[in-house]
């Protein structure tokens, strides 16, 4: 069994090592630089996981797995294009340091190789491989047009919420672990539970990301915190914070999210104050808590010895530790 460390060493040395001699290198040069920005290569080291619980030999699915931070970094250089993002990860984005044209003909070239790599496996498990990573690309794409709707709407429900987070984020992690298993030979039903708890992480994974957003450390986060409250992006705090809130704490509230101008830190500071009254942050951390319960009754069911799921289940619980 391979620690998760070992697998993230050996992600970063395959996407360090990837040949870019196609040309023109003008379409090329701005992948490398994306891949090239580092980040936490949670989706490869959770594929390469999960191949781990079946098969000893996890580098043997390395193509694969470097062809899904190919594909999850082509949607965060989309993203940021459609944000208007200046930095991303402490760089500039593609769109600015080229530019746009440029980040979308870049983009759809990481798209296209991110199945070209995903198909370089073995022929009997191509068609189930494809199938489910064509499937989960439909479903992103699904879920940011949620999120872009919901951007003009206040009266987004936490039902609502959730799909859309589990299109956007979650189907992703779940289609790492499934792919893996897939790959590595699991039975039908093993590799369903893994999905579903790859889907419940996920869950829990962007719940964090909100929660963080807010009260995180921005030297540890990585970036300014109430980015989301500035934006009155809908998130889970502040669709709950809406709902939950008692008439003058919701007229206060409603004010902040319609004033087309507003000092920023005067904003956040008022917004967290609303949510500690309300108890949001307490909320959001019973439900990250409650998903991540319900993931480790799925990986539970893997037929597969406590011994061998130690490593994957304790990455799962670092991630849930996360302060970026």
Request: aromatic share 8%.
């Amino acid at each position: 069994m391979r620690t998760s460390e070992e697998l993230l060493k050996k992600v970063n040395e395959a996407l360090d090592g990837i040949k870019y001699d196609r040309q023109p290198a003008t379409l090329y040069d701005p992948i490398k630089y994306v891949l090239a920005l580092g980040g936490k290569r949670v989706r490869p080291v959770l594929m390469l996981l999960a191949y781990n619980l079946f098969k000893e030999d996890p580098e043997r699915i390395m193509t694969q797995a470097i062809g899904l931070e190919t594909y999850h970094n082509f949607t965060l250089l989309h993203d940021d294009l459609m944000d208007n993002a200046d930095m991303r990860r402490g760089h500039e984005t593609v769109h600015k340091k080229w530019n746009p044209n440029q980040a979308i003909l870049s983009g759809d070239t990481m798209l296209l190789q991110a199945f070209q790599r995903m198909g370089q496996c073995e022929a009997d498990k191509l068609q189930q491989v494809i199938g489910l990573f064509t499937e989960t690309t439909l479903e992103i794409d699904e879920g940011q047009q949620l999120d872009v709707e919901f951007e003009t709407r206040n009266d987004v429900t936490e039902a609502e919420y959730i799909e859309m987070i589990r299109l956007k984020t979650s189907v992703l992690l779940a289609c790492a672990v499934k792919i893996g298993a897939i790959l590595g030979g699991a039975s039908i039903e093993d590799q369903e539970n893994l999905y579903k708890f790859g889907e419940q992480i996920g869950l829990a994974f962007q719940l964090q990301d909100d929660l963080l957003d807010v009260y995180g450390d921005p030297k540890l986060f990585g970036k300014n915190i109430g980015g989301d409250i500035t934006s009155n992006k809908k998130t889970y705090m502040l669709i709950n914070a809406v709902n939950r809130a008692n008439d003058v704490q919701r007229k206060e509230l409603m004010g902040w999210i319609e004033a087309e101008t507003f000092d920023r830190n005067e904003k956040v500071k008022a917004v967290t104050r609303l949510y500690d009254e309300i108890g949001i942050r307490q909320l959001c951390e019973q439900k990250m808590e409650a998903c991540y319960a319900l993931a480790m009754e799925y990986l539970a069911k893997v037929s597969v010895s406590e011994e061998r799921k130690a490593i994957l289940s304790a990455y799962a619980a670092a991630m849930m530790k996360r302060q970026s």
